[in-house]
């Protein structure tokens, strides 16, 4: 599966969840970490950590595809889920505006 198409499917499996303010970025050319970031905001740490962990179930169950690496789920504030050139970032909106994840990223083309 192309990673775009992957990216788009987490988007759609965090919108099946109900994330908060989702997009889809293509980071390609502006960082060497990733090719393209999910980013989603959840309304409690309970949120939080069920998105994560159905955004890994249902990908296992599509693609059968594992994450590299996941972190942050001790405090569920801001989960990463690294599947390589797609990274997955889900967080509460009080970490998300503190870090300016958006902000920082402005440059990259919005997929969604």
Do not use: C
């Amino acid at each position: 599966m192309d990673r775009k198409a992957f990216v788009e499917r987490i988007v759609k499996i965090l919108d099946d969840k109900k994330a908060e303010n989702i997009s889809a970025l293509d980071v390609r050319g502006l960082t060497s970490l990733t090719d393209y970031f999910g980013i989603a905001s959840a309304s409690s740490e309970t949120h939080a950590r069920a998105l994560a962990d159905y955004v890994e179930e249902e990908i296992k169950k599509q693609t059968g595809e594992l994450p590299h690496h996941v972190e942050g789920k001790e405090y569920n504030r801001w989960l990463v889920l690294d599947y390589g050139d797609v990274i997955v970032h889900i967080m509460l909106p009080d970490v998300r505006d503190y870090y300016g994840i958006d902000w920082l990223w402005a440059d990259a083309k919005k997929l969604h």
